[in-house]
T-cell receptor, first 112, second 115 residues
Framework: AQRVTQPEKLLSVFKGAPVELKCNYS??????LFWYVQYSRQRLQLLLR??SRESIKGFTADLNKGETSFHLKKPFAQEEDSAMYYC??????????????FGKGTLLTVNP | NAGVMQNPRHLVRRRGQEARLRCSPM?????VYWYRQLPEEGLKFMVY????????ESGMPKERFSAEFPKEGPSILRIQQVVRGDSAAYFC?????????????FGPGTRLTVT
């Protein structure tokens, strides 16, 4: 079974501080991993995906297969980064169907 | 493009009533996905539909829940004889091409409360 774990329900940092949102996964094959973000009063939207290896809004995430992690990082947090962040894994479930599985989310608060 | 639309945004039903949740995908998208988010939980896949076809309903509860995506009109998620445990946020997403690995565009969600 595939599983996505975000161990921190809440994360609070000060503006300008580095931030790391943790994501660990359990999956037997080669996963595709995503980070989604939901800003206050807005809908869920894709932030980045590991296959594109891009940096969006200063955020990066590296897939570490050895540690089965896909942590989201930003060197200098901004107040506008305050949002709910969800890690998601796309993989084969039950041998026949591909699914997008979400973690429970981490609420990031960036304080001035 | 107005994005994925869902209505109503909030729905209150008494136990035993029916709930109908609507989702209009983005223009040009013919693939729709429904997710449920229970309190304190992540989003959980329910069903994947294309126009007039259910592609994958493996995440749907076996009873009381059904979904459709007709040729014309929005996708409908229907919950019959609602119970308190159905209280959750229901999100719809759409994509222009098949498969869940492509970017999905999410609606604002419908928050269902069963009293």
């Amino acid at each position: 079974a595939q599983r996505v774990t975000q161990p921190e329900k809440l994360l609070s940092v000060f503006k300008g501080a580095p931030v790391e949102l943790k994501c660990n996964y359990s999956y037997s094959g080669s996963p595709e991993l995503f980070w989604y973000v939901q800003y206050s009063r807005q809908r869920l939207q894709l932030l980045l995906r590991h296959i594109s290896r891009e940096s969006i809004k200063g955020f990066t995430a590296d897939l570490n297969k050895g540690e089965t992690s896909f942590h989201l990082k930003k060197p200098f947090a901004q107040e506008e980064d305050s949002a709910m962040y969800y890690c998601a894994l796309y993989g084969l479930v039950g041998g026949s169907n591909y699914k997008l599985t979400f973690g429970k989310g981490t609420l990031l608060t960036v304080n001035p | 493009n107005a994005g994925v639309m869902q209505n109503p945004r909030h729905l209150v039903r008494r136990r035993g009533q029916e709930a109908r949740l609507r989702c209009s995908p983005m223009k040009g998208h013919s693939h729709v996905y429904w997710y449920r988010q229970l309190p304190e939980e992540g989003l959980k896949f329910m069903v994947y539909l294309q126009k007039e076809n259910i592609i994958d309903e493996s995440g749907m509860p076996k009873e009381r829940f059904s979904a459709e995506f007709p040729k014309e009109g929005p996708s409908i998620l229907r919950i019959q004889q609602v119970v308190r445990g159905d209280s959750a946020a229901y999100f719809c997403a759409s994509s222009p091409v098949p498969g869940q690995a492509v970017q999905q565009y999410f609606g604002p969600g419908t928050r269902l409360t069963v009293t």
